[in-house]
């Protein structure tokens, strides 16, 4: 409902348990602020009266649990109320994850029992799981708790770029509009966007992220009572659904959300229901959800990559660097040829490694690709290493042997292990 009308003002009464759900328009940023009550946007409170301005194209919510008057300035390619949501299911779900934190956190001499709640959401493609992960992780955090969210999903990247999985402590709901700071998350690059290339090599690393999380959990009580959420993909048939088995048996998953889809419910709670201590809940999918193309989500890939170069409001500059050929040493994981089978005994078929390590020569091939800085001292340790960040070739010089690549900050890299996978960037 439309109560005043500027030239591109306008106040938006909110009911309780409504929400605004709003489509920036592409052209142009829109303005919004809260005039009087209180609201959400995605599990984080919107603060009084002061203008918040989200970028075009963006897709939001605002929620309000007891009625709020807003404001926004600007034009918008859609936006409506809504007054049925999923909202207090999902409030629900919080409340009883807050229940097992605060059991956790009360015997945190016993290494089980101190365990607080592992959460997974999974559900297909558009269902939501991203939004649901958020708004679970700023309520915790709204309540002093330091959630780690994983993030499985190597198609979007909602922690770092996609072609990743990675992890980091929430410790403040999650800004509307710059989403989650990149304050140091363990990150470990698959360098594909879809798990399907080599999902072997994708199960590899989501082990590698978990024994390393539970590593650091062992020390610390409180991230340990706070527990998980884990976002996943939206591939959920055959091997994807493999896949989903697989990262709730490495993470040791308590909850199981299910996002929008009765099929997949019932297929997890029969597999499961032999292990006491999972429960499997069906939750709805919520109509605000907006379904993405494949082109809006590669739209999506290469906005979160220029993102993690210059900032999400444009507001960091990359440095530019030129090194030698010699002083980096390039590696693709898996995918390389396979033994002839000329070169094998007779009767044995040759198998390519999944996880082999396939040293790349420097060619101007690589121009335009984004490359992974592993954390590793040696080759044999790349796989096992997580990644300290990302640089991006603009340059190969044959003649002289040297690359300029674009890093986020100046200075050496970490070290001079570099992963290729397939994700590129090209600036306009
Ligand atoms: P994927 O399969 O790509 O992982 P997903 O299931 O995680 O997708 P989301 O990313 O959570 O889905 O949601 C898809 C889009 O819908 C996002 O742009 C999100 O901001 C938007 N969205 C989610 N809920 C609402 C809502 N209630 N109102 C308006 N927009 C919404």
Redesign the pocket.
Known sequence: PVLTGGPSTRQVKLDKEC?L??EVSPEAPLRLRILSGTAEIFGTEIPPEIWLTFPPSL???VFTWYGATIELDGTTETDYTADE?PMISYVNVHAVLEGRRNRAKASPDDSVSSQGPRVIVV??????????SRMLLSWAAKQGWKPTYVDL?V??GSITIPGCIAATPIEMPIDSVEGIPLEMPLVYYYGQVSPSLNADLYKVLVKELAQTLERQFAGNAESRAAGMVI?T??WIEGVGYELLLHAIETFNVTVVLV?GQEKLCSMLKDVLKSKPGVDVVKLQK?G???S?SGKV?NIARKSRIREYFYGPSNDLSPHSNVVNFNDLSLYRIGGGPQAPRSALPIGAEPAADPTRLVPVNINTDLLHLVLAVSFAKEPDQIISSNVAGFIYITDIDMQRKKITYLAPSAGELPSKFLIVGTLAYIEN
């Not at 559900?123 to 649901?132: E, V, W």
Request: charged share 25%; hydrophobic share 25%.
């Open positions: 929400e759900r709003v897709k939001f919510a949501t559900g297909p493609t558009d269902s939501g799981k991203s939004t649901l999903d198609g979007q976002n993909m939206g996002l919520s605000g959800v907006v993405r989500r």
